[in-house]
């Protein structure tokens, strides 16, 4: 039985046939539509979530199977104090399969190792997020027709942003990529990352200034301040808006450029940005439920 808490628990292989699968999902619903019959996914969320909660839910209805679990800590026993461990336990006399959110760092992890069904992390806390990198090599995949020599620029909360810290896990291991870490010097990424990426050979640099690399990026993937991770409310508001992406900032972007952001958008994007035929995080949404379709398919063992 097998879980998946940190993308790197994938191989690039893995990654590679999870992605040929979600194509092959795209073009055949018809095919998968029973491939879960009879089975249950719990969605057990203790932060709040829109779209990992009900893509894994319309991934596993699509599949055939049901869903089950629920959606804030306060309306599951946690409220009186039960423990992840016990909740593991608990879930699987239920279900077949368990997505978590929560907001604590390596709680999933916990689960995985008391549950006795696969574990599927789905955010923890500002730590990782490996299925919103599935969504992210998808779209990236679809749109550039390759996961290698790409410039790729991230910018907003790189501190705290879980999302950033799995999709540069993932992409260090293709060759060819640059990271541009654009972001406000109390926001820029932890230091076990860039320790990861020196070791790796991998080649990054870090400024506050995103005009000025524009010109150079293939992928702009931006990130929202994440309030819920700050102590004070004072530095969330002075650093809430650093950047904000606008047609006017975009005039030096490459035609090619692919714009992500794993949202929800506070007002990192402008609005008028969604037109731009460059903007693809509405795609990496709907791409999200496909990668979460094969995931569940390989944890599930479904052929
Ligand atoms: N990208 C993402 O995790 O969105 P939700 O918080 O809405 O699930």
Avoid: W
């Avoid at 999870?18 to 073009?27: C, M, P, R, V």
């Amino acid at each position: 039985m097998r879980s998946l808490i940190d993308i790197l628990e994938l191989s690039v292989e893995e990654l590679e046939s999870l992605i040929a699968k979600a194509e092959d999902i795209i073009a055949n619903p018809e095919k998968y539509a029973h491939k879960c019959d009879g089975k249950k996914l719990a969605t057990l969320f203790f932060e709040p979530s829109t779209r990992t909660r009900l893509s894994f839910e319309a991934a596993m209805y699509e599949l055939g199977g049901n869903v089950l679990g629920f959606s804030e800590a306060q309306s599951s026993s946690a409220a009186k104090g039960e423990s992840v461990a016990d909740t593991a336990k608990t879930v699987s006399c239920y279900a077949d399969i368990i997505a978590m959110r929560h907001p604590k760092e390596g709680a999933p992890l916990v689960a995985s190792m008391n549950a006795s069904v696969p574990i599927i992390n789905a955010g923890d806390g500002g730590h990782n997020h490996p299925t919103q990198t599935l969504a992210d090599l998808l779209t990236i995949h679809r749109e550039k027709g390759r996961l290698n020599n790409l410039t790729v620029g991230l910018c907003g909360d790189l501190k705290f942003g879980r999302t950033v810290h799995s999709l540069i896990a993932a992409l260090s291991r293709y060759t060819g990529i640059k990271f541009v870490l654009i972001s406000p010097l109390e926001l820029k990424l932890p230091d076990y990352v860039k320790e990861s990426l020196k070791k790796n050979g991998i080649e990054f640099f870090e400024t506050a200034d995103l005009e000025a690399v524009m010109p150079e990026l293939d992928i702009l993937y931006m990130t929202r301040v994440q309030r819920e991770r700050f102590f004070n409310e004072e530095d969330y508001l002075r650093l809430k808006d650093s950047y904000i992406l606008t047609s006017e900032k975009l005039v030096h972007a490459k035609k090619d450029l692919s714009i992500l952001h794993p949202l929800p958008r506070v007002n990192e994007i402008s609005v008028a940005i969604d037109n731009d035929p460059r903007a693809c995080y509405f795609k990496q949404v709907l791409n999200g439920k496909f990668m979460r379709m094969a995931l569940i398919l390989m944890l599930l063992e479904v052929e």
